[in-house]
């Protein structure tokens, strides 16, 4: 037994990866096969378009249903957005907020991301995976520990110590996603289970001195950037890691079941 007194969640973030419902629809239903330990949380995030029908396949498995963001109005004249009903609708019980390619390619700042998570809190009860992560540059001038206390205070600004309960938080450092657009000039590997431990210890004291032991405590932190089945026993393993957001890794049930298994083989 590793730890794991926290909740354990396993997530994929399919991104603009899976673009026809026929194939979302296949793709979960073949994983939502593959699940069968009730011991931790595993939900994926598909495109808007495909939602309501991956929610429908889905509905009554282990496997949950997430969005990849929302808008932070509930509705009205907000073109191309979606809302935050709109996705409990399609039996959405997670949220993906602030993840770096919104923050970096759609501009979305703290106060925008803030607005997001109080209304995701607000209005659906969603479970909020809110992520944070210090790019390479950041990293290398020695601001790990500033840019994701930044994050947090400005995304969870007004966000009660009840309200904590429904967020988790994934450790994503921008240099270890899988993504060329967002690390053109960085070579991109996975953060190693002792670099992920500190920034998640960085982010749970921020908790504890913002909400209190008890709460810091409670929070899922996850950790998000290049998982894959060879390293995810070794980054879960770690007791302050309570999970995975995965996304290259997430698209098919050969690479994201053994992450599901090594993270359910932990708990024995
Ligand atoms: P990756 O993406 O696993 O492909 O690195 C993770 C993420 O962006 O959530």
New binding site residues.
Partial sequence: MVKKSRRVIIGG?W?LNVTTVNKAVNTANEMSKSIRSNKIEVFIAPSFNSLWNVGKTIYGTKLKLAAQNMHYHESGPFTGEISVDSLVDAGCQYVILG?S?RRQFFKETNEIVNLKVLKALECGGLNTVLCIGETAKEREAGKVADINREQLAGSLKEVTAEQMENIIIAY?PVW????KFLNPDVEIKPATEEQATEAHTIARDWISETYGEEIADKVPIIY????KPSNAEELLSSPQIDGG?????SLTVKTFKPIIEAAISLLK
């Fill in positions: 973030n991104k993840h390619e994503e270890a996603i899988g993504n998000g950037g290049s998982m957001l995965i996304g290259g890794a």
